[in-house]
């Protein structure tokens, strides 16, 4: 089946399971509706839908490989490259240009890059406050992505709140007020 999707392809020395768990890795792709497509000892391949998502996503993985790297003496070291366009989706692989586009991006990545291809950065338009600088004069070639990683995620976070705690204080009264009002619909409603 083919679909135009985005590919984040991220890139480390290895990914183990300290490094796995540490990057939250498979928590942070469902929290961002990624799909795991592909996995090796220094690569994840995810398709998301939506560009937007697989940059948050990216952006979001980067933070916390420098946050969790400074607490353990480590040097931060992923790279991510996204890309859009057709992809086809097989039972066991996902082929196509998107992801082509984003291995050929993610060739000339230096650690805590995140560059993103000519057609995600389209569709991206000004959905994040990001800023876009251009990997060479060709503006076909692609993009890196300029961003402060902790002030992006609270503007989203402020766009898209999350749900406050479930409450007895809040659903009691309003139990009680939808019980007064449907049994003075049925007092006022009854037959004389």
Not at 14 to 21: A, L, S, Y
Not at 23 to 50: K, M, P, T
Not at 100 to 120: H, K, M, W, Y
Request: hydrophobic residues 45%; charged residues 25%.
């Amino acid at each position: 089946m083919q679909r135009i999707a985005s590919i984040l392809r991220l890139e480390g020395p290895r990914f183990d399971d300290t490094t796995i768990k540490r990057l939250d890795l498979v928590n942070v792709a469902n929290r961002n509706a990624g799909l795991l497509i592909e996995e090796s000892n220094d690569l994840r391949l995810l398709l998301f839908a939506r560009a937007k998502t697989a940059a948050i996503c990216a952006i979001e993985l980067r933070r916390l490989d420098e946050a969790t790297s400074e607490e353990l003496s480590l040097t931060p070291n992923l790279r991510a490259a996204i890309s859009i366009g057709p992809v086809l989706i097989g039972e066991k692989q996902v082929t196509g240009d998107a992801v082509e586009i984003a291995q050929n991006l993610a060739s000339t990545l230096r650690p805590g890059d995140i560059f993103v291809s000519r057609s995600c950065r389209e569709a991206l338009g000004d959905q994040l406050p990001v800023d876009f600088e251009p990997l060479r004069e060709e503006i076909s070639f692609g993009y890196r992505l300029v961003v402060d990683s902790n002030e992006i995620l609270s503007a989203i976070r402020h766009e898209n709140p999350m749900a406050p705690d479930w409450s007895w204080r809040v659903t009691l009264p309003l139990i009680g007020m939808m019980i007064f009002i449907t049994l003075s619909w049925i007092w006022f409603n009854m037959p004389d």
